[in-house]
């Protein structure tokens, strides 16, 4: 019985220290959000298709779509321990995008709230 316990403890601790070590992933607004990336330079990507990203963007993101087959790897040069901002059209994308990168190794992940149709609202 006490090695159960003990094996129970073990496990639990081993737990907690690897989800402290996992990604701290935020969704926040728009005024913040803008407010964020215009600080300095900043990681900054669009996970919507080509074709969206067209139609209109924030100005300084990159588009990598997160429907493609090489999606985590057309991340590879940025920083993982920078902030990384994300966002898509209206939220779901880049909250399946996060958890892909948190896996990944990003250990800060900043989301749009409300994604691309937000920031376009807020900035008519």
């Not at 737990?15 to 926040?28: G, K, N």
């Not at 990336?37 to 997160?66: C, S, W």
């Amino acid at each position: 019985m006490k090695k159960i316990l003990v094996a129970v403890i073990l496990f639990l601790g081993v737990s907690a220290a690897f989800a402290q070590s996992s990604a701290e992933i935020s969704v926040i607004e728009v005024k913040e959000y803008d407010q964020k990336i215009k600080k300095k330079e900043v990681q900054l990507v669009d996970v919507r298709t080509p074709e969206e990203f067209k139609e209109g963007h924030i100005k300084g993101a990159r588009n990598i779509d997160f429907f493609s087959e090489d999606f985590i790897e057309q991340f590879q040069g940025m920083e993982k321990n920078e902030p990384l901002y994300i966002y898509c059209r209206s939220g779901n994308r880049s909250a399946k995008a996060s958890k892909k990168l948190s896996k990944a190794g990003f250990k800060k992940i900043i989301d749009l709230e409300g994604g691309y149709k937000a920031w376009a609202a807020e900035k008519k």
